[in-house]
C-alpha cells in the first residue's frame, strides 16, 4: 500500500501564492513519476504537471505554464507544487499522484497513476 498525503491549501486572494507539497508514505521503490492533477466544481480532473523520477523530465498544462513550478526531494519522499500569480480559474481540489505499479516517465493522463492523495482545496478570490 502507497499513502500520499497533500497539504499546503487555503485562501488566498488573486495573484498571491501558495505551495503545496505531497508526502508519500508505504512502499514505495524503484523509478516511478509523480503529478499533481485539480478538479474545479462542475469540472473533469485534469492533469496539471508531472515530474519523472530524476526530475528531468517535466510537464505542464498549458494553462498553468509560466506560473507554477513542480519540483520532488526524493529523500523526503515529497514533491511540490508551487504555484504564483494565481487566479480565480485555479480555484479546485488539488490532487497529488504516483505512478508506481507500471511506470512511465511522465503520465499526464489521470488513468495511467496508481495512487492517489485525499485532495487540497485551493480557493482563489478576486
Known amino acids: 500500500q502507497v499513502q500520499l498525503v497533500e497539504s499546503g491549501g487555503g485562501l488566498v486572494q488573486a495573484g498571491g501564492s501558495l505551495r503545496l507539497s505531497c508526502a508519500a508514505s508505504?512502499?514505495?521503490?524503484?523509478?516511478?513519476?509523480m503529478g499533481w492533477f485539480r478538479q474545479a466544481p462542475g469540472k473533469e480532473r485534469e492533469f496539471v504537471a508531472g515530474?519523472?523520477?530524476?526530475?528531468?523530465?517535466?510537464y505542464y498544462a498549458d494553462s498553468v505554464k509560466g506560473r507554477f513550478t513542480i519540483s520532488r526531494d526524493n529523500a523526503k519522499n515529497t514533491v511540490y507544487l508551487q504555484m504564483n500569480s494565481l487566479n480565480a480559474e485555479d480555484t479546485a481540489v488539488y490532487y497529488c499522484?504516483?505512478?508506481?505499479?507500471?511506470?512511465?516517465?511522465?503520465?499526464?493522463?489521470?488513468?495511467?497513476?496508481?495512487?492517489w492523495g485525499q485532495g487540497t482545496q485551493v480557493t482563489v478570490s478576486s
Open positions: 515530474i519523472s523520477w530524476s526530475g528531468g523530465t517535466i
Open positions: 508505504g512502499r514505495t521503490f524503484g523509478t516511478y513519476a
Open positions: 499522484a504516483a505512478d508506481i505499479d507500471y511506470p512511465r516517465v511522465v503520465p499526464t493522463s489521470e488513468w495511467e497513476y496508481d495512487y
